[in-house]
């Protein structure tokens, strides 16, 4: 033991040195190894970007990032990122653009549509009259052919593929409205027995599309003279159950309301619903 002691006080500084030189290289270590760690996983935002429940803009807003604090990244969904907040625990969804990440921003003029399959499904047709309007002048097969055929139209002119239901006035089972395609839109109108009812209904089959039925109701909305009515879900509707694709169908107006008649009879104001609808594909196929 003596001689243990003696070494010791005879090599202090060295022994000093060595533990010193040893502590300061563990520092160095953990230094190295949390820069890589923010590097990788933690990221941090610009000033007070909205955070969403959901990978898009029209999910809800959690709150507004708070100004440096770093976040760890969870997931990501196209241009859009997953970030946990310790502080706040929970997380949510910011646009790749608003962080550290850079990720490029949306282009909102881009035509996303080009190449993009769409089926569309004219609804009722032949003895299958659907509803009449009032006046009895106006069966809806008639506007849903001369809608359907006019978003056929309009989105052959942006490069996409389109596929229909059917193009004249013939009778088409429910169970034959299909098609392979990377989204649906079926064409309807409404009716109910009194005549106050009227705008824009949106119907789609379970969670998973809620995004596409917002998306659509959003445009529709933005671009048409309809009232926005409501998005609706509804798991029993035959041409959303058979769909394999994101899909809706779309009231585009009430044939029982004679100012919703008035206008879907009328060549402009249905192209600015099927406008809508274009619009809405492309900001759906682009988020
Ligand atoms: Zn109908």
Redesign the pocket.
């Given at each position: 033991m003596k001689r243990v002691k003696q070494f010791i006080l005879n090599n202090l500084k060295t022994l000093l040195f060595v533990a010193l030189l040893f502590l300061f290289l563990s520092v160095i270590f953990v230094i190295i190894l949390n820069s890589f760690k923010t590097n990788e996983s933690l990221i941090t935002t610009k000033e007070q970007a909205p955070i969403y429940t959901g990978p898009s803009s029209r999910y809800p807003v959690l709150y507004n990032s708070l100004d440096g604090v770093k976040y760890e990244v969870r997931d990501r969904s196209g241009r859009w990122v997953e970030i946990y907040s310790d502080e706040k625990n929970q997380s949510g969804w910011v646009e790749g653009y608003l962080t550290s990440l850079n990720l490029p921003e949306k282009e909102t003029n881009h035509n996303y549509l080009k190449g993009k399959t769409i089926f569309v499904d004219a609804?009722?047709g032949g003895k299958d009259q659907?509803?009449t309007s009032r006046s009895g002048k106006t069966h809806?097969k008639d506007l849903t052919l001369k809608t359907a055929l006019m978003l056929k139209s309009q989105l052959e002119a942006k490069g996409a593929i389109v596929k229909m239901s059917r193009t004249d006035d013939t009778f088409v089972p429910l169970k034959e409205r299909k098609a392979h395609a990377d989204a649906m839109v079926s064409i309807?109108?409404d009716s109910l027995k009194d005549d106050f009812a009227t705008g824009l209904t949106v119907i789609y089959k379970d969670a998973e599309y809620e995004d596409y039925a917002y998306t659509l109701f959003n445009s529709i909305s933005n671009k048409s003279f309809l009232i926005s009515r409501e998005v609706v879900t509804n798991d029993e509707l035959a041409v959303l159950k058979i769909a394999e694709q994101p899909a809706v169908l779309l009231e585009l107006g009430f044939m029982s309301s004679d100012v919703d008649e008035s206008m879907l009879v009328d060549k402009k104001y249905r192209h600015l619903a099927v406008s809508g609808i274009v619009d809405g594909l492309n900001a759906y196929f682009g988020a």
């Open positions: 609804g009722h659907g509803a809806e309807h109108f």
